[in-house]
């Protein structure tokens, strides 16, 4: 009796071009992988592939892979629909991985929009991508890509690097400073402050750093904080400067509580993606996820 996860091997060895790739992709061992295959050669009487340092498909190869390829893709869809439905209700589930800031000050107003049950996971956007492919999330809001070909990304959101800082610091000397375009200069009086930072890798001011000095920032900071909320926070009461996103700080500004120090002499600004695995999610749930971001 012919066994349906070998047709699905076949596609995955197909579609990637190798047994490594392919074990990856169905989260199987590659000696599975390899005795799938034979089996189903075996079975059909053919071989499938050329074994070559990257395998080729014969000709009977690929005249196999385009009279299955839509039957198993149809039947991955059904598998799909089916764990999207929770139990009990009705509603399907939609697992979202997020950077939280951004969650939090532009997403969560949707919430009573969207008919689905939202389960939410915060973290870094390289970590929560790689959980994509495991199928452990359905989408992710994220800033930055990784190259997979199954990976989607949906440009969602633009955001502006700037430095803020307290309302309390004085930046009369700084500000004359960029009026004369002083570079040197500005640089110098920036890494005489007290600085918060987001990450121990200064991710978001090396990147402003570079786009506007053309060099890696040569900052300690005091504080290192993994909530830019908590950040902004600390410095209404705390005298320093960080780098965010723009979108962050507008009702702080207005509100005083907080001060724009400077754009930069050239934007810094960043695009945030919706991200999925274009084989594990339905249309349904492409629409629903885009319902959370429907005013960005």
Same mark, same amino acid.
């Given at each position: 009796m012919v066994n349906l996860e070998w047709y699905r091997t076949f596609k995955a060895v197909y579609q990637t071009g190798s047994l490594t790739a392919a074990s990856k992709v169905l989260f199987i061992s590659q000696?599975?992988?390899?005795?799938?295959?034979?089996?189903?050669?075996?079975?059909?009487?053919?071989?499938?592939?050329?074994? *070559?340092?990257?395998l080729v498909p014969t000709?009977?190869?690929k005249l196999f892979y385009t009279q299955i390829v839509e039957s198993i893709e149809k039947l991955e869809a059904v598998e799909t629909d089916f764990r999207t439905i929770s139990?009990?209700?009705?509603?399907?589930i939609l697992r979202i991985g997020t950077v939280k800031e951004f969650f939090q000050a532009v997403t969560a107003k949707y919430f009573g929009d969207v008919p689905a049950k939202l389960l939410i996971s915060f973290g870094l956007s390289k970590d929560l991508i790689t959980r994509?492919? *495991?199928?452990?999330?359905?989408?992710?809001?994220?800033?930055?890509?990784?190259e997979d070909k199954n990976l989607i990304y949906e440009p969602i959101f633009k955001e502006e690097f700037v430095i803020v800082g307290s309302s309390t610091v004085d930046t009369s000397a700084f500000n004359k400073l960029v009026k004369k375009k002083d570079w040197e200069l500005v640089e110098a009086w920036l890494l005489d402050q007290t600085w918060f930072a987001y990450s121990a890798d200064l991710a978001m001011i090396r990147r402003f750093w570079l786009n506007n000095f053309n060099k890696r920032p040569a900052i300690r900071p005091r504080f290192t904080i993994p909530d830019m909320h908590v950040i902004l926070g600390a410095l209404s009461d705390t005298q320093g400067l960080t780098i965010t996103a723009d979108y962050l700080i507008k009702e702080l500004i207005v509100e005083k509580k907080l001060k724009l120090i400077w754009k930069g002499q050239f934007a810094t600004d960043n695009t945030l993606f919706l991200v999925y695995d274009k084989t594990k999610v339905t249309t349904e749930q492409i629409k629903l996820a885009r319902m959370l971001l429907k005013n960005n």
């Open positions: 000696p599975n992988v390899s005795q799938h295959l034979s089996a189903l050669e075996a079975h059909v009487g053919k071989q499938l592939f050329e074994r *070559k340092p990257r000709d009977y190869g139990y009990g209700s009705q509603l399907p994509l492919p *495991k199928g452990e999330v359905d989408f992710v809001i994220a800033t930055q890509k990784i």
